[in-house]
């Protein structure tokens, strides 16, 4: 039996007011099983004045290890989402056993979204969007084009409507999301 954990769809857009953070809530495994379908997959972390949501997508052990990392280094540096990011990176790059991990993130401080992952990948988003997973690029290419017909969009129903088409195209991504809200800091 095949016991890698396909991937899920997180998409996070910005709006004037802040960032939605949505994920699905499935697991799947042993090829094609769906083994859950209701997992919390985007988290409000840090110190509860500020916090961070995080997002993520890949081996779930090698997730939650991950945002137990950031959760440290970002009390150490008090709060300083971008710092915290740039010095989990290395530290993901450097360690021989952390770069083994199989895991994307997402993290957000309701103005910066940053996507990063285990090849090094720390990307400060430009254009108000951005999604990991499975049925990310499904998700990230339905928010682009719901963004560029809109003059003033709301960032809650975009990503909501994007989720909903990676939903539909993605055989790994289910319809149980998990929103969270992050005003601009």
């Known amino acids: 039996m095949d016991d890698k954990f396909h991937s899920t769809t997180i998409v ?22 769906v083994i859950k379908g209701n997992a919390k997959k985007v988290l409000r972390i840090g110190n509860p004045k500020n916090p961070v949501l995080v997002g993520f997508a890949g081996s779930v052990a090698d997730c939650f290890a991950l945002i137990d990392k950031f959760e440290m280094k970002l009390e150490k540096n008090s709060g300083d989402m971008e710092k915290t990011c740039v010095e989990l990176a290395k530290e993901w790059r450097q360690d021989k056993y952390m770069r083994l991990l199989e895991a994307s993130l997402i993290v957000t401080d309701g103005t910066s979204i940053i996507n990063m992952d285990g090849s090094g990948v720390v990307i400060s988003v430009e ?5 990991i997973g499975s049925g990310g690029l499904f998700a990230l290419s339905a928010a682009h084009g719901i963004m ?4 003033n969009y709301n960032a809650t129903e975009v ?11 993605c055989v790994f991504t289910n319809k149980n999301f998990v929103k969270e809200w992050i005003d601009k800091v």
């Open 159 to 169: 990503a909501t409507t994007a989720m909903e088409i990676a939903s539909d195209l």
């Open 12 to 33: 996070a857009v910005r709006d004037a007011n802040g960032v939605c953070m949505i994920g699905d809530g499935q697991v799947t495994g042993y090829g094609s099983v």
């Open 127 to 131: 254009e108000n969007v951005c999604a």
């Open 148 to 151: 560029r017909s809109k003059e």
